[in-house]
């Protein structure tokens, strides 16, 4: 199970916007209706607004996160690796790229632990983008179980550790929990906006 949810499960996300009249008698070739345009599914959980430092940090860690997941399902696989061109990005590229972040962060740097399997077979050295490439392998629902396996994992590292507990990077960048948290939410929520882009662009979903 996912770490559990401490208020209620439905969350504030966007709603719909309603378009004036301008904007629904526009005939640009290519134009959505606002009006017309999916909306996911508001069952998001919701963070606290007056909490302790640790459950903040986790609850919006958790927000983001959840966003990510909702924008790669439901999808089929050659809608999760299409790229909304220029751009490289693909949603599945973007999942499997966070499942690898989290195991970075939480499992080498603040634990100390190597690279597991099978992520220790990657091959950066010819790809610096092998965990986003390496997509065209895998199901949307293949990255979808490995992302919330590794986030149970990690959750599971992160409550066992206080605030202020260390990691060191490979080059000696020494760096604490409390600051992986943070740079999480950060790292997360710039991708959420690419997915924003990419899933809308698929079928009309929006909204968190």
Partial sequence: MLPPRISSIFAMARGPQVPSASRTAHSQPGFVSLATRMLLPM????????????????????????????????????????????????????????????????IMVLRGEAMPPPWEAGDWESDPDWEMTSATDFTPEEIIADFKNTWREVSAVSADMDLD???????????????????????????NGHADFIRESLDGSTGD
């Fill in 43 to 106: 069952d998001l959980p919701e963070t606290q607004r007056i909490v302790d430092e640790r459950t903040t940090l986790t609850e919006m860690l958790n927000y983001q996160r959840t966003v990510m997941v909702r924008k790669v399902s439901g999808l089929t696989k050659e809608q999760t690796l299409t790229r909304l061109e220029p751009s490289t990005l693909t949603l599945a590229g973007l999942l499997r790229h966070l499942t690898l972040v989290d195991i970075y962060w939480f």
């Fill in 165 to 191: 507990h260390t990691g060191t990077r490979s080059d000696g960048t020494v760096i604490s929990h409390r600051w992986v948290l943070a740079h999480l939410i950060e790292e997360y929520a710039r991708h």
